[in-house]
């Protein structure tokens, strides 16, 4: 009982973190194992065979991939962290309302009305890029769902790990300092940490009026690790990782080939989540954490 409240005050909290961020600029993560093309076809074009080193001309948004082997503690890398105004944040609709809105690329005219947006406005286009994104077929072996509300994701969840609440977790990547910097070079400290989860559900925030999740879950062999990171700056983070060991079914295009220099399923392809993106996992029996 005492531990069911514990959990419940967690989630509580988490409910205010989550309403409270919710971000506008996640689609680089929302794309991140889907079809977004952050780089230009001309871009493509010519950083097909740079490695990522040379990646001086690439928007810093997408520098948040890296490979297995560069998993280990004293390696140094640039990576963009996010940081959203949570003030300015979408907060979370509950469910009777944000089911009461159509959330179809057919209805975006009514939407645009609706909201009060001009059909050329950049939230106009967030929103047109959104309903396609959450529209958009998943990969094989992936199963997808744009969460209008906590509600809807608690079901998805759910759905996929086939559990109930109290047998969940929740992981989030946290920054244990306070400043403005987004892009640096962090090192990876010690006590590299894998989370054991034989299936997990990430949940991506999508640019919307309102807070809503890209999650997905995919059948190939996933891995999660927390890692210690701090910055040039001193900035400390406690970063959650998510690798993918096969990545043979994405598109060729996928920004993560074109940073890292691989191709689809000759290469892991690992990348850090920013603080408001959620990874669900089911709670295992007091083993829920191992060191690597
Ligand atoms: C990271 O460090 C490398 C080498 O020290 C440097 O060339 C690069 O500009 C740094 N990147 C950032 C984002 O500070």
């Known amino acids: 009982m005492g531990e069911k409240l514990v959990s419940w005050i967690l989630f509580l909290h988490l409910l205010v973190i989550m309403s409270s961020y919710g ?3 996640a689609r680089e993560l929302a794309g991140t194992e889907n079809k977004l093309q952050a780089i230009s076809a ?7 065979h740079t490695h990522h080193h040379h990646h001086s001309h690439v928007d810093p948004s997408v520098m948040v991939f890296f490979t297995l082997k560069d998993l280990k503690v004293g390696k140094r890398m640039p990576i963009y962290f996010p940081k959203r105004d949570p003030a300015t944040s979408p907060k979370f609709w509950p469910r009777e309302k944000a089911d009461s809105v159509p959330f179809s690329l057919n209805q975006l005219p009514n939407l645009l009305n609706f909201f009060s947006f ?15 994104e959450c529209e958009s077929k998943p990969i094989q072996g992936e199963v997808k769902f744009c969460a209008t509300s906590l509600e809807s994701m608690l ?10 609440s109290d047998d969940l977790q929740v992981f989030a990547t946290s920054h244990l300092t306070k400043s403005s910097v987004t892009f640096q070079n962090y090192t990876i400290l010690e006590n590299i940490m894998r989370i054991s ?35 040039d700056n001193g900035d400390k983070v406690e970063a959650m990782v998510v690798c993918h ?5 994405w598109g060729s295009g996928h920004v993560s080939f074109q940073i890292l220099g691989v191709t689809p399923g000759s290469s892991s392809v690992c990348h850090f989540f920013p603080a408001d993106n959620l990874i669900w996992a089911p709670k295992l029996q007091a083993h829920g954490l191992s060191t690597m």
């Open 155 to 164: 079901d998805f969840t759910h759905s996929i790990l086939g559990l109930e």
């Open 42 to 48: 001309d871009d493509e074009h010519q950083t097909a």
């Open 197 to 231: 989860a034989p299936k997990m559900v990430a949940c991506h925030t999508m640019p919307y009026p309102y807070a809503v999740f890209y999650c997905h879950s995919q059948e190939s062999e996933n891995r999660v690790y927390k890692v210690s990171l701090v910055g």
């Open 23 to 25: 971000g506008s600029r």
């Open 118 to 132: 001009s059909p050329d406005s950049p939230p106009a286009k967030a929103m047109e890029d959104t309903l396609k």
């Open 245 to 249: 060991l096969d990545t043979s079914h």
